[in-house]
Nanobody, 123 residues
């Protein structure tokens, strides 16, 4: 059973910082692309940032560029999101997502989601 567990969400004032973490556990051969998504009340879930398996390539949605940094520690099967200069519009539930291969013989990724962590930014 593969599990993704996020942590680090909190209530912060505008201009503050948070670091989210996502630990992947279970029987996995390898973890590939990982990403952070968020969903604000009444809105669709949106991609915030993604990172390749090696960490060499990252992508961000325009609204967080220059403020958020995605990173990963493959030795710890952990994904991070450093969020600086937070704004009220960053308020949302943040979800971790991962593409994995469960066995070396697998041809297709299995995609998993975490349960989410709440980030609230007050003005």
């Amino acid at each position: 059973q593969v599990q993704l567990v996020e942590s680090g969400g909190a209530l912060v004032q505008a201009g503050g910082s948070l670091r989210l973490s996502c630990v992947v556990s279970g029987s996995i051969f390898s973890i590939h692309r990982m990403a952070w998504y968020r969903q604000a009340p009444g809105k669709q879930r949106e991609l915030v940032a993604s990172i390749t398996s090696s960490g060499s390539n990252t992508n961000y949605t325009d609204s967080v560029k220059g403020r958020f940094t995605i990173s990963r520690d493959n030795a710890k099967n952990t994904l991070y999101l450093q969020m600086n200069s937070l704004k009220p519009e960053d308020t949302a539930v943040y979800y971790c997502n991962a593409n994995t291969l469960l066995y070396s013989s697998d041809r297709y990724y299995q995609n998993y989601w975490g349960q989410g962590t709440q980030v609230s930014v007050s003005s």
